[in-house]
C-alpha cells in the first residue's frame, strides 16, 4: 500500500480530514492559462460543488496531507530522494482538458480515481511543436487540443506522438521538456503529480541494498524540500549529459561549444567559475561534486554569464544533441604539461608499436592549444565522456 490515500482519499474522508484547508480551484475544465480562471475556496466548498460545476481542483498539498501519502520508491534513491520539489494534487468531475505544454521539471502522475489519456511528444521535436502558436513564457501551445488547425499549425502534422491511457492505480513518469495534453475522462478523477528536479546523474551506488518489500513505505513528510539553489543548480547541471567529469583546462571551451553566445571573454570568466566550484583544488571538477556546487556564489559573481546559461537551458535547446549512441569516451587520466604529452608521444613512437590507444593518444596532443583541449565530434558508441 505504497500510496494510502488510494484507499482513504474518498470525498468524506477529505471533508472530515481536510475539508477547511483552502484550495485553488480552475474556473473552466479546459485550462486557459491567458486569462487565469483561479478561485480560493476551502476544500469543503469544493466537495459541495465538483460534481455539477465546470471546475476542477490543481493546488500543492499541504503538510498535513503528506501523512497519505510515500514518497515513490522509483524516487528513494539515486540522488532523487534529494530532489522533491512538490505533490500537486488534480481533482475534478472528469472531461479535463490541459493545454499542450512541458515542464522544466520531471514528474510522476499516481491516478488515485478515474481514467486519463495523455499525449507524448519526444522533446526532439520541439522545432516543430514550438515553430506556430508557442508562449514561451509558461511554456504551452496555443494550438486547440480538441480541434487542431492545421493551417495555423501546419507543423503539427510532422509530429509523430504517443497516446497513453492510465487508469486507477497506474503511475506514469513524465520526463521534463517533453510535450504533453493531458485529458481526463468522464467521472470523479484525482491525481498527485511527485515533481522533481531533473537529475543530471544517476548515483546507482546509492541504491545498492535497497529492498522494494522493505523501502515502500517512506512517508512523504519526512523527505526534505531541496535547498533554495537546487531548481538553478540542476538547470545549470543539464549542459554536462553524459559527461563524466571535467578538468579546469576544458569546462571554458566544452561550455562554449555548447551555447555559440558564449565569449572568449566569458571563458576566462568561466576559469573562475570553476575555482568556486573546485572546493578541494585538485582541477577536477567530478559529479558528487557537482551535484553540491556554490552556484549561488558563483551567479553573484558573474550574473550576466549566467544569465546567458540558464536563458540557453530555459529556452528549450537539446542540450544532449540528437539521439543516439553516446560518444567514444575520452579518457584523461591525470594533467600534464604541454611538454610532458608532447615527450611521452615522441617516446611512444620510437620505442613500441603503437596500439589503438597511443593513436588516441596522439590525436589528443595534436588538438591540444597551450593545454587547453578542444574537444571535435566523436563516433558515437557509449554512454559516458571525460573531458
Not at 274 to 286: A, K, Q
Request: net charge negative; glycine share 6%; with cysteine.
Amino acid at each position: 500500500d505504497n500510496i494510502p490515500a488510494y484507499r482513504l482519499w474518498t470525498d468524506d474522508y477529505l471533508r472530515k480530514n481536510f475539508g477547511q484547508t483552502d484550495v485553488e480551484v480552475e474556473m473552466g475544465k479546459k485550462e486557459r492559462r491567458s486569462d487565469g480562471g483561479l478561485k480560493n475556496m476551502t476544500f469543503s466548498k469544493f466537495l459541495h460543488l465538483y460534481q455539477t460545476e465546470d471546475i476542477y481542483q490543481v493546488f500543492d498539498i499541504t503538510q498535513d496531507m503528506k501523512k497519505d501519502l510515500n514518497l515513490p520508491l522509483s524516487l528513494q534513491c539515486g540522488g532523487f530522494q534529494n530532489l522533491q520539489e512538490t505533490v500537486v494534487l488534480w481533482f475534478s468531475s472528469g472531461g479535463t482538458k490541459s493545454h499542450l505544454h512541458r515542464d522544466m521539471l520531471d514528474n510522476i502522475n499516481c491516478l488515485l480515481d478515474g481514467k486519463k489519456e495523455i499525449i507524448f511528444i519526444d522533446k526532439k521535436y520541439e522545432k516543430l511543436v514550438m515553430a506556430d502558436g508557442w508562449v514561451q513564457e509558461g511554456g504551452y501551445s496555443m494550438v486547440d487540443v480538441e480541434s487542431v488547425d492545421m493551417t495555423k499549425f501546419p507543423q503539427l502534422q510532422n509530429v509523430p506522438y504517443n497516446r497513453i491511457t492510465i487508469s486507477k492505480g497506474d503511475c506514469i513518469f513524465i520526463p521534463f521538456k517533453w510535450f504533453h495534453y493531458v485529458d481526463s475522462k468522464p467521472g470523479r478523477n484525482m491525481a498527485v503529480n511527485f515533481w522533481f528536479h531533473h537529475l543530471p546523474w544517476f548515483n546507482s551506488s546509492d541504491c545498492e541494498g535497497v529492498d522494494p518489500y522493505q523501502n515502500s513505505s517512506v512517508p512523504l513528510s519526512s523527505v526534505k524540500t531541496p535547498d533554495p539553489d537546487s531548481e538553478t543548480r540542476m538547470l545549470f547541471l543539464q549542459l554536462f549529459g553524459d559527461i563524466k567529469s571535467f578538468y579546469k583546462r576544458s569546462f571554458g571551451d566544452y561550455i562554449q561549444r555548447e551555447i555559440p553566445s558564449i565569449t572568449p571573454r566569458d571563458v576566462e570568466s568561466l576559469k573562475e567559475v570553476f575555482s568556486i566550484f573546485d572546493v578541494n583544488g585538485n582541477n577536477v571538477l567530478t559529479w558528487d561534486e557537482l551535484m553540491t556546487i556554490d552556484i549561488a556564489s558563483a551567479m553573484d559573481k558573474f550574473p550576466e554569464l549566467f544569465e546567458k546559461i540558464l536563458l540557453n537551458v530555459t529556452d528549450g535547446s537539446d542540450l544532449n544533441g540528437e539521439l543516439g549512441e553516446d560518444p567514444e569516451p575520452i579518457i584523461l587520466q591525470e594533467e600534464e604539461s604541454q611538454h610532458e604529452e608532447v615527450q611521452r608521444a615522441n617516446e611512444d613512437q620510437s620505442s613500441k608499436v603503437k596500439t589503438p590507444d597511443d593513436l588516441e593518444k596522439e590525436k589528443l596532443i595534436e588538438i591540444a592549444d597551450d593545454g587547453n583541449l578542444v574537444m571535435e565530434e566523436e563516433p558515437v558508441r557509449n554512454h559516458h565522456e571525460e573531458l
